[in-house]
């Protein structure tokens, strides 16, 4: 019944994004609500969530394959195809933004080394490369140490390019919100989290072939491990949020102010707090509602919504504080405003980034694992 | 007094530079600077359109009315941007010399403000108006629907009228000419003159009836046979425009006085800081030793020498916003601030030049005058004022002493029942009397002084120690005369005052705490003001402007700052106050090749009669007058160019109906403060029958029109535009086609091709109703006046010849490689245009003046040299006669609403007094509305300017923290501004449509509280904001043009004539600043 | 004896070496006063010492802008006069003019900050482009390549100084209504909008793709007037006198003098960011 459910969302999603996408495609970016002074909006924040989520997804693959924790036993492959999807999905994200994405050949072939974004698109495309290895190898699995070596190397590697966004962000001394020195540090964090997060969703809810028991440890730990990433997400927060206030440094405060209490205040503690971190939290603190497939599940779709809500809010409210006092009333002109709420357009877009990734997720989970299994199988069996 | 420099002073290096760039000029070569560049761009393999002097063509901006000289830079045709004329000293100071040759100039540019910047977008806005339209018979004025018609039909249909839009039959231009013949209008001219001159009653109505019997086959050519002097019916063709200069004015006033014969034609000045002008007029109105009286002055005035005052008063002056203008004054100012000069501004609003000025004082509006008395009192009780300039009486001691000019201010006025009058004549005391003595053989009449000294006529008297002393004015060669200051007392059988001693006891009317307390300054800041005045010798003014003027006591305010000024004696001197000088463009002077203003053929009309607006003669010499005061609408015996007067005395058929109406570049009801009487009027087809408007689009005035004719853009046309005081370089700039708009429409008239504009509408009409002074022989036989430049290329020769009988002052001739520019640069126009045999045929075919006029518009006007501007301590074009600090004139002219005489002398008087100088109550109304304009908007004009509305895209409502917090008014809210005269705060468009009054509140601290402000340019409500239908189609308005606000039409109505705002009635200004309003958050 | 006369006593070998000077590249009192507009326009004098500059190497010369805010008046010609001499389209700005209203009545003022790109020595916008496509050119001014930049927005995000903007595509007068033989219309009246030649290129900017839509835009000093001999756009129309443009490695040039004196600063120094632009205060 959910995954029925889910499929249905998957598709709609899908279709709804599809008008998004002909319109930017085809009538370009004006009827997205970014701008000049708030570059970067709901895109790059999905491209934020969803390259965390398949580093997330990734590392918790290893927890099955590098330590082989008898709990994730079994689940790696799903987390490895779930980090094949988002990742693409998030890059489609980011490639939506750009200007002219029919250049991105440019970062491979003209790239500058300066950048971290092009340390990003790099690093991406090799995670990528390896997320392709380590399935490879997850089903051919032709030698445990092979595996082991791709693991080892793709865990460092998610853990470098989840750290690689937060630097992308952090890296710019101008924007005091971003420029913190620990926000390398806490996106591997968030993408372990995120990563948690959904497996909490696909354990709790779709994937069939684990025993009961199995199952119920395994939702166990990963609330185990999301209220322990949510305590030091918080904590993060708290930190950051009263560092910035007692700093007092004009822009921060700014930032902070939209954050706590901007227009969008309701996204930071009815969505963020509230929905993705309090009541995923509390609910899953009660063993009996975390081994729940169904309740689960649904917090697992919580804290993910938590998670995404989270990088809109570190994407958006950096650009908030104009970098020259008075500016934006020193010329007026479309897409020169210092807020920010995505158009129906960016929506969609991402509708259809997330309706990909979902039924991505799906499709691979019910048919595509299964039938590479008996591929490889097969194909084992003729090379024996 | 006179400073002593030391070191290499700037004002010497200025003399030093001028000195060697003019030997320079001798050698050939200019700024051998520029030699250096052409190197460097020579080697530049490909250089841009944009350095190349071929797509470069010099002309003036009209975006506000400065006149800043332009350099168009053209590329395919189209206007690519604009930049400032490098030869103009608008943009550049000092200006380089301006024989350089246009190919050196091609990188050099001057500045130019934000509106001259974007000026590309107002010849390019889509909503320009490209066919006729004319009102869709069947609906109203004003409700947006139109035809497009072919030209020739709608010239057609206004000269000959009929049932045009099944309303009725309506006159046409040929029927309102009733009287067609040249010289019986010219006698009735002369005739009406003789009733008008005649004082005694019943011999005035003897010449009527005499007129009546004389004129019999004509009467019915008269607007009215009992008052022949309303003149011909031609007069109910009225002419009204908003800006217009030279050139368009010397044709509109062949085409409306001397060709179609009416005497109405009215222009704007009163909006725009008409009592200032006036005040001009006033003040130097001319001694005239024959008749021993006063001629008429000039309508002008001074304003301060920015560049070389060592310290500036601006009072009500918007230097760094409006005022004329940025690019020309701006750079004199920033200059003083760095460079140790000062400057301080009196304005109740904090404008960007307060901002940066040395002293702000937020005066309360309207008190101009009573902080100007304030100073006068302290320098006058202080000893702080020229005392041995003003005591020069005439030209002879004017002459000895070296100055420039002298005033009245020891010329002895009598006064009656304490009342200032007219000035003792010599003959009155016995010191001359007329008398009859043989010369030549001829008996001829004069005054002679009791030892026998001979004067021109009847002169004013001074006390010299003490003594009676006739003043032979004007005669260099007479006893110079240099008289007691102050004097109050008998003398001979009359109580006399000096002029001086007026002012004094006008300045004593209040104690300085009293004057400071009316002006809402602080004592201290008189004082201040008037000991840093008095401490720069002559190099210190005070600049007035609108924010003095527009007010009902507008002509005194104006008056006192001059008074200011006039104590120290400034008036000619480098640092003091100046005039403007100007080439002369009507060919006046001997020797200039085209006196385009006479070159007329035999058959001149002469307009004659009273104007609509009452300015060309007096309610009392007028057959109307029957002693009884006040009028029904004021009459204006010293002010003209009444432009709030016009639509409401149409409205009021005062003083008489008026039946065709035809405005140019005007916006009437938007600029006009209580524009939305002027609407009322408008729209109604039986008070004006026929409404015909040239202009650009759809405006708020061209709404209500029948017929709107297209016109040409600054950029696309001709005009002279002058120049302004505070420029002491004789000059003349010259506006030229510089573009033409792709497709643009043309028609033929006089067998021309010429572009549909204001010109062919003329050029038209006057061919189908032949009248005199246009075809072929417009210009005299064989002369052929059929093309528009066939006039202003004839002017453009006269200032290339320049002012020298001889030839010496005019231009050189273009050599090859400047005609070859020339002719590249006009490559793009169409021969409709630009035909270049065709142009030189309009200046006689003669060769050398034609390469004279090619170097003239290849640097878009002419330009005396830097170094010219002065002589040593003075200007090199003083205003250099009598300043009358006692105005006579004045004080024999009547207020028609009072009867009573003006007051002739400096007085403060409270404003905001209505026509018949009661104050008007205004319960529940506790804010002082004011406006000024800001740098990026002009006028009704600039809202097609996007650039510029990216920088200011909306008016706001300036209001002081203080009445904020009281209203409960925050940044950012809605208000809505209403007054007692508009309860409702809105304007009534008609047709059932309401325009609001309302904007945004921008909270601030940069306006004196209970003061509330807003700037000029936003709150349209046509001009492409807003749909109109054309041939059935909707064309949708544009909302980026429909921003607020604009609130003239909350301004304070005349509560006497009720449907005008307030005016002053002496300086004729349509009152800006003293209407009390209500601001209420919506 | 006349003023004049006197003057030219008191000046004669001034106006001497004046007469012999050699006319070609003479120069009309080359020592200016204390005031740099003493004997020329500014603008004539930057004129001429551009034109020095351009005959050195590219690499010799140092390109600076100097900003008098004491002379700035907040007029935003130069703000406008930028928009219009590169036709930057709705929303993309190179130089606005911040206005700022300081103090309480009657004690009450106001500041105006002109903000060109500063043209950072370190420019933290170059070291975070992808792919190359913005980077000091051969005479350090900072540049964007239109045909290289994919639109990542990531320079605008790392600008201190918010000095560049999006392009979106927009324009400001085409798409108003058409109606022929009635109205001039949209498209018509837009021509002037498709002429820029920044880089001394041109670029036509037709449609929702062709570059630079779709780039981020920034100031670049004018260069493609500067190689004309012509002064960047905002220098010559500044009607305050409040912007100066020169080579400030050229020892006699008016900024050099300008930016040796103590009352000098730069934006965000704290940044290190080096910025190429000057304000006197
Ligand atoms: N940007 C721009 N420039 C323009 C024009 C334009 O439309 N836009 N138009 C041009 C034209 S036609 C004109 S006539 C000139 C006008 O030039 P100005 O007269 O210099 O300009 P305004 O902006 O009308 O300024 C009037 C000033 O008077 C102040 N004021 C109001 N009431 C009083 C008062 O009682 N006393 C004193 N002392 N000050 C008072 C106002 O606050 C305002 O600052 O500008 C020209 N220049
Ligand atoms: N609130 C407020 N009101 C003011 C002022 C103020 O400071 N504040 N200032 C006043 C001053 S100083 C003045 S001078 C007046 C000006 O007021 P007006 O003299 O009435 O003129 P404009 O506002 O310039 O309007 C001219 C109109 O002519 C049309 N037009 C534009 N260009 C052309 C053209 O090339 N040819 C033709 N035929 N028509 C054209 C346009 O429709 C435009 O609306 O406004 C006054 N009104
Ligand atoms: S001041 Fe007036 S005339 Fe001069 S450039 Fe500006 S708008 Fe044009
Ligand atoms: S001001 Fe901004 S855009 Fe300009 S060089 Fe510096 S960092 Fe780059
Ligand atoms: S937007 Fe263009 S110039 Fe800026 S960083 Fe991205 S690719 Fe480079
Ligand atoms: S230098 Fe040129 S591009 Fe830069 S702000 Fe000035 S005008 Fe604009
Ligand atoms: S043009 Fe000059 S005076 Fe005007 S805002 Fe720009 S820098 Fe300031
Ligand atoms: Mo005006």
């Not at chain 1, 999301?226 to 305590?231: G, H, K």
């Not at chain 3, 043209?119 to 992808?130: A, G, L």
Request: hydrophobic content about 40%; glycine content about 10%.
């Amino acid at each position: 019944m959910l995954k029925k459910l889910a499929y249905a969302v998957g598709a709609l999603a899908l279709l709804f994004g599809l008008w998004g996408v002909y319109i930017r495609l085809f009538e370009g970016e004006q009827s997205a609500n970014y701008g000049s002074y708030i570059g970067w909006g709901l895109w790059v924040a999905m491209y934020l969530f969803l390259a965390g989520l398949a580093a997330g997804a990734y590392m918790l693959a290893a927890f099955d394959y590098l330590f082989n924790v008898p709990q994730f036993k079994g689940t790696g492959k799903t987390m490895l195809w779930a980090a094949l999807v988002t990742l693409p999905a998030g890059l489609a994200s980011i490639g939506m933004d750009l200007g002219h994405m029919e250049r991105i050949w440019k970062v491979y072939l003209q790239p500058s080394f300066t950048s971290f974004l092009t340390l990003m698109v790099w690093g991406y495309t090799l995670f990528l490369i390896l997320i392709l290895v380590s399935l490879y190898f997850a089903f051919t699995a032709p030698d445990k140490k092979a595996m082991k070596v791709v693991m080892w190397i793709g865990f460092v590697t998610a853990i470098l390019v989840a750290g690689g966004v937060g630097f992308l962000l952090g890296g710019n001394g101008a924007r005091l919100y971003w420029h913190v020195g620990l926000l390398p540090a806490q996106f591997p964090v968030f993408a372990v989290a995120s990563g948690a997060a959904l497996m909490l969703l696909l354990v709790g809810w779709f994937m069939p072939g684990l025993e009961e028991k199995q199952r119920h440890d395994l939702l166990w730990l990963l609330a185990i491990i999301s209220i322990a990433t949510s305590v030091v997400k918080l904590y993060f927060l708290a930190a950051d949020y009263t560092q910035s206030l007692y700093g007092g440094a004009t822009d921060n405060l700014i930032a902070v102010n939209y954050v706590l209490s901007g227009p969008h205040a309701f996204m930071f503690w009815g969505v963020q707090i509230v929905l993705g971190l309090l009541i995923p939290v509390i609910v899953l603190a009660q063993p009996k509602l975390a081994k729940n497939g169904t309740i689960a599940g649904l917090m697992g779709v919580f804290l993910l919504i938590g998670y995404a809500a989270a990088r809109i809010l570190i994407v958006v409210p950096g650009q908030v504080a104009e970098m020259m006092p008075g500016q934006a009333a020193a010329f007026y002109g479309p897409k020169l405003t210092l807020d920010y709420t995505p158009s129906l357009m960016e929506w969609s877009v991402t509708s259809a980034v997330l309706g990909f990734a979902l039924l991505g997720i799906l499709i691979g989970m019910d048919y595509l694992l299964a039938y590479f299994s008996r591929l490889t199988a097969r194909l084992t069996e003729v090379k024996k | 007094m006179t400073p002593k420099q030391k070191k290499l002073s700037r004002r010497d290096f200025l003399k030093l530079s001028a000195l060697t760039a003019g030997t320079a000029g001798l050698l050939g070569s200019l700024p051998g600077v520029m030699r250096q560049v052409q190197r460097v761009i020579a080697a530049n393999t490909n250089p841009s359109f944009e350095a190349q002097p071929e797509n470069q063509l010099y002309t003036v901006c009209l975006q506000c009315n400065t006149g800043c000289g332009i350099k168009v830079k053209i590329l395919d045709g189209i206007a690519a941007k604009i930049d400032g004329n490098p030869y103009s000293p608008w943009t550049l100071w000092p200006h380089p010399a301006y024989e350089t040759p246009v190919k050196e100039m091609a990188t050099v540019e001057g500045a130019l403000c934000p509106k001259g910047q974007a000026g590309i977008q107002t010849a390019y806005d889509p909503y320009r108006i490209v066919s006729v339209l004319k009102r869709k018979p069947g609906t109203k004025r004003g409700e947006g629907q139109w035809v497009t018609i072919p030209f020739e039909q709608a010239i057609e249909e206004i000269v000959e009228g009929g049932d045009l839009f099944g309303e009725g039959h309506v006159d046409g231009l040929r029927a309102v000419r009733a009287l067609t013949d040249p010289e019986v209008a010219a006698e009735m001219a002369t005739k009406i003159k003789g009733i008008w001159d005649e004082k005694d009653a019943d011999r005035k109505r003897a010449l009527i009836e005499a007129f009546k019997s004389e004129f019999r086959p004509y009467l019915d050519a008269l607007i009215d046979p009992e008052h022949p002097d309303l003149g011909p019916k031609n007069n109910q063709f009225m002419f009204v425009w908003g800006r217009m200069k030279g050139g368009r004015e010397d044709v509109v006033h062949r085409f409306v006085q001397e060709a179609y014969g009416s005497i109405n034609m009215n222009g704007h000045t009163t909006i725009c800081q008409g009592s200032l002008y006036f005040t001009g007029k006033q003040m130097s109105s001319k001694w005239n030793a024959a008749k021993g009286s006063f001629d008429s002055g000039d309508k002008f005035y001074w304003q301060a020498d920015t560049g070389n005052s060592e310290f500036v008063i601006y009072a009500g002056t918007n230097l760094f916003d409006s005022n004329y203008g940025p690019p020309q004054r701006v750079p004199k100012a920033t200059d003083a601030i760095v460079n140790g000069r000062k400057f301080a501004v009196v304005d109740p609003r904090l404008s960007k030049l307060a901002a940066r000025a040395w002293k702000w004082v937020p005066i309360k509006p309207g008190t101009d005058a009573a902080l100007a008395l304030g100073m006068i009192r302290w320098m006058l009780e202080n000893e702080r004022y020229n005392k041995a300039y003003l005591s020069i009486a005439n030209v002879a001691a004017q002459v000895a002493a070296g100055e420039p000019n002298y005033t009245n201010a020891t010329w002895l006025v009598k006064i009656s029942n304490g009342v200032p009058g007219k000035h003792l004549r010599a003959s009155e005391l016995g010191l001359i009397s007329k008398q009859t003595v043989q010369r030549d053989n001829e008996a001829v009449e004069v005054y002679l002084g009791q030892d026998g000294t001979e004067y021109p006529g009847d002169t004013p008297v001074a006390l010299v120690d003490g003594v009676p002393t006739p003043i032979n004015v004007l005669n260099a060669d007479a006893a110079p005369v240099v008289g007691d200051l102050l004097f109050s007392g008998r003398v001979g059988d009359f109580e006399v005052k000096t002029g001086l001693q007026i002012l004094l006891e006008s300045a004593q009317e209040h104690t300085l705490a009293e004057w400071a307390e009316i002006a809402g300054v602080s004592e201290n800041d008189i004082i201040v003001l008037a000991n840093e005045f008095t401490s720069h010798g002559r190099k210190a003014a005070v600049d007035i402007h609108r924010g003095s003027s527009q007010h009902t006591n507008g002509f005194y305010n104006n008056n006192a700052w001059y008074m200011v000024n006039l104590l120290i004696g400034n008036f000619d001197y480098k640092g003091g106050t100046i005039k403007a000088s100007t080439y002369n463009r009507k060919g006046e002077k001997p020797g200039q090749p085209f006196p385009v203003m006479t070159m007329f053929g035999e058959h001149h009309f002469t307009a004659f009669g009273i104007d609509m607006l009452r300015t060309k003669t007096t309610y009392e010499k007028s057959t109307l007058f029957d002693g009884t005061y006040p009028t029904r609408r004021p009459w204006f015996p010293i002010a003209t160019d009444i432009y709030q007067e016009d639509i409401p005395s149409i409205g009021d058929a005062y003083p008489y109906p008026i039946k065709i109406l035809m405005t140019y570049m005007s916006s009437l009801p938007y600029s006009v403060p209580g524009g939305q009487k002027i609407i009322e009027i408008l729209a109604d087809t039986h008070k004006i029958p026929l409404f015909i408007a040239s202009d650009i689009m759809i405006s708020e005035t061209s709404m209500y029109a029948d017929y709107i004719f297209p016109d040409l853009t600054y950029l696309e046309r001709w005009e002279f535009h002058g120049s302004h005081p505070s420029v002491p370089w004789k000059v003349e700039n010259v506006r030229q086609p510089a573009i033409s708009i792709p497709g643009w429409p043309t028609t033929e008239v006089w067998g021309e091709e010429i572009p549909l504009s204001f010109e062919a509408v003329l050029l038209a009409v006057a061919e189908k109703l032949e009248l005199p002074g246009f075809g072929p022989d417009g210009f005299g036989e064989g002369t052929p006046y059929i093309r528009p430049e066939d006039f202003y290329l004839k002017q453009v020769a006269d200032i290339a010849f320049g002012e020298k009988e001889d030839g010496s002052d005019s231009v050189p001739e273009a050599d090859e490689e400047e005609v070859r520019i020339f002719l590249a640069a006009r490559r793009h126009l169409p021969k409709s245009v630009f035909d270049p045999d065709k142009w030189k045929a309009a200046v006689g075919n003669d060769e050398s003046l034609w390469r004279k006029v090619i170097f003239v518009l290849n640097r878009g006007g002419r330009y005396e040299a830097f170094e010219k501007g002065y002589k040593g301590a003075k200007v090199a074009h003083p205003y250099g006669r009598l300043i009358n600090l006692y105005q006579e004139k004045t004080a024999t002219t009547i207020n028609t609403m009072t009867g009573s005489p003006f007051t002739g002398y400096t007085k403060y008087i409270p404003a905001g007094l209505s026509a018949t100088g009661e104050p008007i109550p205004h319960p529940g109304y506790d804010l002082r509305l004011i406006t000024y304009k800001t740098m990026t908007m002009a006028k009704a004009r600039g809202i097609s300017n996007y650039w510029t509305l990216a920088i200011v895209p909306e008016g706001y409502l300036l209001i002081n923290s203080q009445d904020a917090a009281r209203l409960g008014i925050q940044d950012g809210d809605t208000v809505r501004i209403s007054s007692a005269s508009n309860p409702d705060g809105a304007y009534d468009l008609q047709n059932g449509k309401k325009h609001p009054i309302e904007g945004k509140a921008k909270v601030s601290e940069a306006i004196r509280p209970g003061v509330v402000a807003f700037p000029l340019g936003f709150g349209h409500w046509a001009s492409g904001s807003t749909d109109v239908e054309i041939d059935g189609r909707v064309v949708p308005g544009d909302p980026r043009r429909a921003v607020p606000l604009m609130a003239n039409g909350a301004m304070q109505l005349d509560p006497v004539l009720g449907n005008t705002g307030l005016s002053d009635l002496a300086g004729g200004s349509a009152v800006f600043y003293d209407s009390m309003v209500k601001v209420e958050k919506v | 004896m006349s003023n004049e006369a006197k003057l030219l006593q008191k000046y004669a070998s001034e106006v001497f070496a004046g007469l012999v000077a050699p006319l070609e590249g003479m120069e009309i009192s080359a020592a200016p006063a204390e005031d740099p507009l003493a004997a020329e326009d500014v603008l004539v004098r930057m004129h001429r010492e551009l034109a020095r500059a351009l005959e050195k190497s590219p690499s010799e010369r140092r390109w600076v802008m100097v900003i008098d805010l004491r002379r700035c008046i907040g007029c935003h010609a130069c703000t406008v006069a930028c928009v219009a001499e590169n036709k930057l389209p709705p929303g993309v700005v190179y130089r606005p003019v911040m206005t700022e209203e300081i103090g309480t009545y009657p004690n009450v003022t106001m500041k105006f900050l002109p903000r060109p790109c500063m043209q950072c020595e370190h420019s933290p916008c170059t070291e975070v482009c992808p792919v190359n496509a913005t980077y000091h050119n051969e005479e350090e001014i900072v540049v964007v390549d239109y045909e290289q930049c994919i639109g990542c927005r990531a320079c605008m995000a790392a600008c201190p100084y918010g000095a560049r903007t999006f392009d979106f595509g927009y324009h400001y007068a085409e798409q108003l209504p058409m109606f022929d033989g009635a109205i001039v219309g949209g498209q018509t009246a837009a021509g002037y909008e498709h002429i820029s030649q920044e880089y001394g290129q041109e670029w036509e900017r037709k449609g929702r793709h062709e570059s630079p839509v779709g780039n981020v835009r920034k100031c670049h000093f004018c260069l493609h007037r500067i190689k004309d001999g012509i002064l960047p756009a905002c220098t010559t129309t500044c009607i305050g006198r409040a912007t100066y443009f020169g080579d400030a490695n050229d020892p006699d040039s008016l900024v050099t003098e300008l930016i040796n004196k103590p009352n000098v600063i730069r934006l965000k120094e704290e940044l290190g960011t080096e910025p190429r632009v000057y304000y006197i205060v």
